[in-house]
């Protein structure tokens, strides 16, 4: 049943597990990650982007989430990284059940009015607001202690601002980064950083930048042609502290994007007769799949459905 994020996001926080919000752009990768929410009894946030709904239309993505959500099992529709005020409204009317309003670029006044702005038009509709405050991209370049600290999210201007807007949750940057190279050297996440910010912070609060780059799928990808480099993700580890620590939402994209690599890639191989574009999306979806299950045991989603 589609529900908004704001009670789901709360109790999990309460019981130390996290949604998984999967990003999705088309119906291949839609279903198989409903398949793996039924399959593992687990609530789920079904996430759509600016650029998803660029590439897809609102109104398809919508009318496919509405079907997916006829199941048993509790889903989000929320809006990604809404930036345009435009967009972000339209979703509102349009009937997603939540809608993240991201104006962590600018200064912390201009994202506390945008905030506002989006939390007057989408409260009164009993849709649930994500807001972000320290900046997630770049990270990795700000080589000096200082340059790095300023992105990152300061933990008591993080207490200011959900008092400030009155946001549902709350996204941070605590070294994670978008996309499949994250980390140059080793992984570090700046877990204190986050239990300040958790002593601090009431609302549940979101990883952004959050996949793990498995190794398993990387390597089918490679061995039929995919050039990944030196791809890395968050540790699973890592993932398990931050539950731990008020972490209620976790955003996964570039894990599907892998997996759905991997496996058309593989299929193209391995299927050279075959002209069939079911035939050949069977593999990319199972592998899609198999990655949000492991997702729903490794943040304790599995079983909350
Ligand atoms: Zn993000």
Known sequence: MLVTSKHLLAKARRKKYAIPAFNINNLEILKAVMSAGEKMKSPIIIQTSEGAIEYAGMDYLIAMIRVASKGKIPVVMHLDHGKDLK?????????????????????????????????????????????????????????????????????????????DTGCDSLAVAIGTSHGAFKFKGKTHLDIERLKEI????????????????????????????????????????????????GVAKINID???RIAFTAGIREAIDDMPTIIDPRKLLEGPMLLMREVAMQKMKLFKSAGKA
């Open 87 to 163: 967009i972000i409204f339209q979703a509102i009317q349009s009937g997603y059940t939540s809608v993240m309003i991201d104006a962590s670029a600018f200064d912390y006044k201009k994202n506390v009015t945008l905030t506002k702005k989006v939390i007057a038009k989408a409260h009164p509709r009993g849709v649930s607001v994500e807001a972000e405050i320290g900046a997630l991209a770049g990270i990795e370049d700000l080589v000096s202690v200082e340059a790095r600290d300023a992105k990152l999210t300061d933990p008591d201007d993080a207490k200011l601002f959900v008092k």
């Open 254 to 256: 570039t894990d599907l």
């Open 198 to 245: 958790a002593k601090r912070v009431s609302v549940p609060i979101v990883l952004h930048g959050a996949s793990g780059v498995r190794e398993d799928i990387k390597k089918i990808a490679e061995q039929h042609g995919a050039k990944l480099g030196k791809a890395r993700g968050v540790l699973d580890t890592d993932i398990s502290k931050v539950i731990q620590h």
